[in-house]
């Protein structure tokens, strides 16, 4: 039976060349942006709040009934979007 080849192990150090590294596009966000993100957040939490504590004593509230989930979660939902472009 014919001997099978050696092979050669390769070898697995990085090269040091193809480790450049990458800029960022821009710098930190402003503090404009954190407050209009955590801002949205906060409004979100607070109507929903409103909407089952008040919702008897505000009548256009209380009228719009299941589209105070959408109202408060979308604002929510705004706020955690912003949290993606947050830097």
């Known amino acids: 039976m014919p001997k099978s080849k050696v092979r050669k192990k390769t070898d697995y150090t990085i090269n040091p060349a ?4 990458v800029k ?17 957040m906060v409004a979100g ?11 008897e004593k505000i009548t256009w509230m209380n009228d719009l009934n299941a589209w105070n989930f959408l109202i408060g979660f979308g604002l929510m939902v705004v ?3 912003m949290t993606m472009r947050w830097r």
């Open 45 to 55: 939490l607070l109507w929903l709040l409103v909407y089952y504590l008040a919702a």
């Open 18 to 21: 193809s480790r450049t590294p």
């Open 24 to 40: 960022i596009k821009g710098g930190p966000s402003p503090v404009w942006y954190v407050a209009i993100m955590l801002g949205f």
């Open 79 to 81: 706020g955690l979007i």
